[in-house]
Every structure is written in structure tokens, then in C-alpha cells.
């Protein structure tokens, strides 16, 4: 059974970095592309990033790519996003996601368990 839990949210400012940790309690994270997404008040989800079984293969969306740096480690069932530069913009509550699949997803309906997610909050 697949049980996600996201960590490592919090109020930071502009310009400050955050890593957030997703980890499978579950135990079945290592054959599954995993994914991070993010929704912010009043607005639809997003895809933030996404990384395949191995590691090897990643994707981000243009607004975060060159700041965020999805990763996993796979011995510890645990997948890590790490933000820097953080903008006012990032603002979000962030979701880790598990597609049932090796091959990496950039839509929300593509994955099928998701995590509570993690409240970031990037102030001016």
C-alpha cells in the first residue's frame, strides 16, 4: 500500500532555499516515476517536476527549472525537492506524487497516489 509523506515546508523569504522530503512509507517507491505539484490559492494544481524510476530522467516546468533540483533516493523510499532562489510566486501548497508506471508524467490525472502535501510560503 502506497503511503506518501511530504516534510520540509515552512515560511521562508524571497530568495531563500527549502528542501522538501516525500517519503513512501509504503515501501513499493522503487519502480515508479514520481512527481512533485504544486497549488496555490484559488488556483489549479501544477506540475513542478518529475523524475523517473532510476533517477536518470528528470523534468521541470520553466518556472522553477534552473531553481529546483528534483531527486530520490531510492534505498530510503524517500523522493527530495530542493528550491533555491525562492520566489513570492512559489507560494504553494506542494504535492508529492506516485505514477504506477517507470516512465515520467507531467499531468495530475497521470499519477494515482498522492501525498497531504506541505505548505511554502515565500514572502517579499
Known amino acids: 500500500q502506497v503511503q506518501l509523506v511530504e516534510s520540509g515546508g515552512g515560511l521562508v523569504q524571497a530568495g531563500d532555499s527549502l528542501r522538501l522530503s516525500c517519503e513512501d512509507s509504503g515501501r513499493t517507491f522503487n519502480n515508479y516515476a514520481m512527481g512533485w505539484f504544486r497549488q496555490a490559492p484559488g488556483k489549479e494544481r501544477e506540475f513542478v517536476a518529475t523524475?523517473?524510476?532510476?533517477?536518470?530522467?528528470?523534468y521541470y516546468s520553466d518556472s522553477v527549472k534552473g531553481r529546483f533540483t528534483i531527486s530520490r533516493d531510492n534505498a530510503k523510499n524517500t523522493v527530495f525537492l530542493q528550491m533555491n532562489s525562492l520566489k513570492p510566486t512559489d507560494t504553494a501548497v506542494y504535492y508529492c506524487a506516485l505514477r504506477a508506471s517507470v516512465v515520467i508524467a507531467r499531468t495530475a490525472h497521470d499519477y494515482k497516489y498522492w501525498g497531504q502535501g506541505t505548505q511554502v510560503t515565500v514572502s517579499p
Open positions: 523524475i523517473n524510476w532510476s533517477g536518470g530522467i528528470k
